[in-house]
T-cell receptor, first 110, second 116 residues
Framework: GEDVEQSLFLSVREGDSSVINCTYT??????LYWYKQEPGAGLQLLTYIFSNMDMKQDQRLTVLLNKKDKHLSLRIADTQTGDSAIYFC??????????FGKGTRLHILP | DAGVIQSPRHEVTEMGQEVTLRCKPI?????LFWYRQTMMRGLELLIY????????DSGMPEDRFSAKMPNASFSTLKIQPSEPRDSAVYFC??????????????FGAGSRLTVL
């Protein structure tokens, strides 16, 4: 079946790197996404990666995709207080359905 | 563009009442998704439309839930009768779907529903 799994919480010290992990089950996924949700708001796209790529970098964000293990990660370099939010992993299936994980709440320690 | 517009932002109602949530997608977008967010279940896909046609409603929890998209600029999600377990934040999202593209979703701010 279709499922996206993420750990629910992550605490990181300000200035360190944050790594948020995600696993998915459907091998037909064509795109994988990372969205960010701040309190009281909807989700906003951070970045996405096509399934035939294994890495994408965008400023402080690095996405790694291991298609064999169905594992996706998001690395945030030099984590800042403004990065505190819930981060959602999502996959686009062949029928255009987009399903999300439960989200990882990132907490920044001073 | 003002983005995806959802109304109401907050709704408090009593069990048994009918609830209608509304969504105006981004002009020109041809796909629309309804999601429900709760602490326990995360973000669940309820239904999605392509070109105003419902494609997959397998996530709609029960017959009490129904969704319509009468035209490209408006969609509703109706719950009748509502129950306390329907309390959640309901998100609408739209995208421009084309070929094998990324289909990036733009989310509305959500409608927070509380059923007493």
């Amino acid at each position: 079946g279709e499922d996206v799994e993420q750990s629910l919480f992550l605490s990181v010290r300000e200035g360190d790197s944050s790594v948020i992990n995600c696993t998915y089950t459907d091998s037909s996924s064509t795109y994988l996404y990372w969205y960010k949700q701040e309190p009281g708001a909807g989700l906003q796209l951070l970045t996405y990666i096509f399934s035939n790529m294994d890495m994408k970098q965008d400023q402080r964000l690095t996405v790694l995709l291991n298609k064999k293990d169905k594992h996706l990660s998001l690395r945030i370099a030099d984590t800042q207080t403004g990065d505190s939010a819930i981060y959602f992993c999502a996959e686009k299936l062949e029928d255009d359905k987009i399903i999300f994980g439960k989200g990882t709440r990132l907490h920044i320690l001073p | 563009d003002a983005g995806v517009i959802q109304s109401p932002r907050h709704e408090v109602t009593e069990m048994g009442q009918e609830v209608t949530l509304r969504c105006k997608p981004i002009s020109g977008h041809n796909s629309l998704f309804w999601y429900r967010q709760t602490m326990m279940r995360g973000l669940e896909l309820l239904i999605y439309f392509n070109n105003n046609v419902p494609i997959d409603d397998s996530g709609m929890p029960e017959d009490r839930f129904s969704a319509k998209m009468p035209n490209a600029s408006f969609s509703t999600l109706k719950i009748q009768p509502s129950e306390p377990r329907d309390s959640a934040v309901y998100f609408c999202a739209s995208s421009l779907r084309g070929g094998s593209g990324a289909n990036v979703l733009t989310f509305g701010a959500g409608s927070r529903l509380t059923v007493l």
